[in-house]
């Protein structure tokens, strides 16, 4: 056989060959080729935790400071008479009050001193001092920052309670912490 009979031979069957696999059934692939990711809907894709907004980011960082601006309100802590020594309870709710304030560093307290009637101006106002300089200083120890904490003393002049017995008393010897922005 001569070269170009081979080469129309080899045509032949390699055409021959070519129709063959045209007919044959199709060959499926198997299960991991056909585990194929559906493409991203706009409903999927919704589904996803997007980042927030600066709007939303804002509205949250208020809400998270007016949260801890309501928690600082109405904050009274009480003393025994013709002491400025910080009660368990009074610790207490100071450790609540650091927290906030560790938290959230652009927020103030202003903790006033309190006393009841009895003693004189001068007395009452250095008690009042005394007792709000105790919270300052644990509140310090708590990791609060120095520029966040103002103490002041009003002495007798707010009284909580106008009566004059010991039920009244025990409700002005007190510190009351005022959150400020």
């Known amino acids: 056989m001569k070269f170009a009979e081979i080469r129309n031979h080899l045509f032949t069957l390699a055409l ?16 991991s080729a056909q585990k194929q990711t559906a493409p991203t809907t706009q409903a999927d894709a919704s589904d996803q935790k997007q980042p927030p907004t600066a709007e939303q980011y804002h509205a949250q960082g208020q809400a998270d400071l007016d949260k801890a601006l309501e928690q600082l309100r109405n904050v009274s802590l ?5 002491a400025a020594t910080l009660t368990k309870e009074a610790q207490d709710k100071l450790s609540v009050v650091a927290e906030i304030l560790v938290k ?26 005394r007792r709000a300089e105790a919270c300052k200083k644990y ?19 707010k009284p909580k309670d106008n009566g004059h017995d010991e039920e009244a008393w025990k409700q002005n010897r007190r510190d009351d912490v005022n959150a400020q922005k």
């Open 139 to 157: 509140l310090d120890q708590l990791g609060v920052k120095d520029k966040q904490i103002t103490a002041i003393s009003f002495g007798a002049e």
């Open 104 to 129: 959230h560093a652009e927020l103030t307290v202003r903790i006033e001193g309190n006393c009841d009637e009895r003693g004189s101006e001068q007395y009452n106002l250095a008690l009042g001092q």
């Open 78 to 82: 009480f003393f025994e008479f013709d």
């Open 16 to 31: 021959a060959a070519g129709l063959a696999a045209c007919t044959k059934a199709e060959v499926k692939p198997d299960a």
